[in-house]
């Protein structure tokens, strides 16, 4: 697999710190986004970008923070303000526009733990 | 509200028998629905979407815009069928997708 990376995969940190999460494509998609998964939960949207320099919040926004500098690049803050930071995060790309090229790619994601 | 329901988290289905995963949108436009897997230490992928309809590793789903509904089906079930799968949907011209909290099929030996 290839085309979009998520580092590290095993995070650790105390807590009351802020830690960013990495997410790199090569694909050349306009959209990324960020989704956190929990058992039982599902996938949530926590932030979403259509395009360079633009970013609309997701359902879970509250305590996480996105920038969107370059178009192959899309992190993650989960700040100390997050109540409940351990979880699985999933990075994913779409070309986005029209219905039929709605489809999503996931990166590997990366398991925050906080101590 | 746009909202997608699996109402089982758990199916355990012995191997060679038919499969079915429940899913049921609530949406008020034309929506585009999906089924995304995701394999033991795989990564999360599209298996299938039904404006294709075609048929995934014999996996098939119908929309049903009456009972609003867009079950996940396969005649004969296969071990490695076994993974989480979520159901999810999208409107014309929305920029995000919505997922159901998934399904974990099990399948027995």
């Known amino acids: 697999d290839g085309g979009i990376t998520q580092s590290p995969k095993y995070l650790f940190r105390k807590e009351g710190q802020n830690v960013t999460l990495s997410c790199e494509q090569n694909l050349n998609h306009d959209a990324m986004y960020w989704y956190r998964q929990d058992p039982g939960q599902g996938l949530r949207l926590i932030y979403y970008?259509?395009?360079?320099?633009?970013?609309q919040k997701g359902d879970i926004a509250e305590g996480y923070s996105v920038s969107r500098e370059k178009k192959e690049s899309f992190p993650l803050t989960v700040t100390s303000a997050q109540k409940n930071p351990t979880a699985f995060y999933l990075c994913?790309?779409?070309?986005?526009?029209?219905?039929?090229?709605?489809?999503?790619?996931f990166g590997p994601g990366t398991r925050l733990t906080v101590l | 509200a746009q909202r997608v329901t699996q109402p089982e988290k758990l199916l355990s289905v012995f191997k060679g028998a038919p499969v079915e995963l429940k899913c049921n949108y609530s949406y008020s436009g034309s929506p585009e629905l999906f089924w995304y897997v995701q394999y033991s230490r795989q990564r999360l992928q599209l298996l299938l979407r039904?404006?294709s309809r075609e048929s995934i590793k014999g996996f098939t789903a119908d929309l049903n815009k009456g009972e609003t509904s867009f079950h996940l089906k396969k005649p004969f079930a296969q071990e490695e069928d076994s993974a989480m799968y979520y159901c999810?949907?999208?409107?014309?011209?929305?920029?995000?997708?919505?997922f159901g909290k998934g399904t974990r099929l099990h399948i027995l030996p």
């Open positions: 970008s259509q395009i360079v320099n633009d970013f």
């Open positions: 999810a949907l999208s409107g014309q011209g929305d920029d995000k997708i919505i």
């Open positions: 039904h404006i």
């Open positions: 994913a790309t779409g070309t986005g526009g029209a219905v039929t090229q709605n489809e999503q790619f």
